[in-house]
């Protein structure tokens, strides 16, 4: 099983060949780029930026299994504003050119989001307003991701959305899109259930992986913590990894970033990394 380093664990202004350094030195097998309004990624870097960046990461032994995104908080997919709506759209296209010519085969997107506590000026949409253009939005990008062969996975995100894994699979039955599925992480579960039954019941739409951890005995979202700090349950939830057949990256994403020195969280977690790892390879073999 691959291990992989969000970007999400920086800022978007940092150095990308910095950051594709301590990747490979701490020992991952992949790092997921992510879009930004203005940072090394954003929808103006020009086809030849970011070939150039697929070429600095393959000449370092790295892979670029998926790209991620931020600017989908600004830019609510499910807006009342038509407008922010088309750009959001416009967003999640780039995501798929660039991740095809990055050589990544899965676009982690926000689906939108019914409240939030992350964008600057916050919408409040009706639950069933949001889960119609969400559903909307993805089918008409779905051939985009086939004629890329980028798959999109949805994230669950503090979103007020989509708060249950089989609400979520009836979600993606009903797009019906092989090109469209689930990037689950296992730490934004734990405020609404657990991340083992989600991998479980989500099975088969499951497209990535994130790896987080939360604390309950902390508040908001300062309580995402180093991986075995939190109470996510690491060894029922790499039994359901093995279950499902799962074998694709796991992907760690330190978010909130450390204050100090945050290239030390790729080295910080990278034994933890290890141990999940080992703990899929266990289950599938006593299975």
């Not at 990308?16 to 930004?36: C, I, N, Q, T």
């Not at 708060?163 to 730490?187: K, N």
Request: hydrophobic share 45%; aromatic share 12%.
């Amino acid at each position: 099983m691959k291990q992989g380093i969000s970007l999400f664990s920086f800022t978007d202004s940092t150095d990308v060949r910095w950051m594709f350094e301590h990747a490979k030195k701490a020992g991952y097998d992949g790092v997921e780029p992510v879009l930004s309004e203005s940072g090394y990624l954003n929808p103006h870097t020009s086809e030849r930026d970011i070939l150039a960046m697929r070429r600095m990461a393959e000449d370092m032994g790295l892979e670029i299994p998926s790209v991620g995104v931020w600017s989908l908080w600004e830019n609510n997919l499910v807006s009342d504003s038509e407008a922010t709506r088309r750009k959001a759209f416009g967003i999640v296209e780039k995501q798929i050119e660039a991740a095809h010519l990055l050589g990544a085969d899965t676009i982690l997107v926000v689906p939108g989001y019914v409240g939030c506590a992350f964008a600057s000026k916050p919408e409040k949409i009706r639950y069933d307003v949001a889960y119609a253009r969400s559903q909307e939005a993805l089918a008409r990008l779905a051939p985009q991701a086939e004629a890329a062969k980028v798959a999109i996975g949805i994230e669950n995100v503090w979103n007020r959305f989509l708060l249950s894994p089989l609400e979520t699979a009836r979600f993606l039955d009903e797009i019906a899109s092989p090109w469209v599925g689930m990037y689950l992480d296992v730490g934004n579960v734990v405020y609404i259930g657990y991340p083992e039954q989600w991998v479980d019941l989500l099975g088969k739409h499951i497209k990535k992986l994130h790896m987080s951890d939360y604390r309950f005995d902390q508040a908001g979202i300062g309580a995402f913590v180093d991986l075995f700090a939190g109470d996510v349950d690491f060894p029922a939830v790499a039994k359901a990894i093995a279950d499902i057949g799962y074998d694709d990256y796991i992907t760690l994403e330190m978010l909130p970033n450390y204050k100090q020195f945050p290239e030390v969280s790729l080295y910080a977690d990278k034994y933890a990394m290890d141990r999940i790892a080992g703990l899929v390879e266990n289950a599938r073999g006593s299975r």
